[in-house]
Nanobody, 125 residues
Framework: QLQLVESGGGLVQPGESLRLSCTTS????????IGWFRQAPGKEREEVSC??????????RYRDSAKGRFTISRDKIQNTISLQMNTLQVDDTAVYFC????????????????WGQGTQVTVSS
């Protein structure tokens, strides 16, 4: 069973950067679309970014607030999906999760499975 593990969260000040990683030990992530999601207290879970499989051309998408600041990427050798987050804002504070969904980035959160435990990102001055 695919189990994803996130890492890289932390406490930073506004304007600073963090790099989140999503990996698994038993399966190659090459064949899966991987999405990064976040959930802030009292708010619904929302997709931040997604990258499709190598088969689907590693196409990427971002929510509007992440465009120009966040970059999602794959490292085939490390079997890792990273989310580089620059110019972080207080509104980016949330628990960040990664999840897998077939080979393409589905429009539906319900199509994502194998959720990790999440990593906390706190942006505060």
């Amino acid at each position: 069973q695919l189990q994803l593990v996130e890492s890289g969260g932390g406490l930073v000040q506004p304007g600073e950067s963090l790099r989140l990683s999503c990996t698994t030990s038993r399966y190659a992530l090459d064949y899966y679309a991987i999405g990064w999601f976040r959930q802030a207290p009292g708010k619904e879970r929302e997709e931040v970014s997604c990258i499709s499989s190598f088969e689907d051309g590693t196409r990427t998408r971002y929510r509007d607030s992440a465009k120009g600041r966040f970059t999602i990427s794959r490292d085939k050798i490390q079997n890792t999906i990273s989310l580089q987050m620059n110019t972080l804002q207080v509104d980016d504070t949330a628990v960040y999760f990664c999840a897998a969904a077939g080979s393409r980035c589905s429009e539906f959160v319900a199509d994502f499975g194998a959720w990790g435990q999440g990593t906390q990102v706190t942006v505060s001055s």
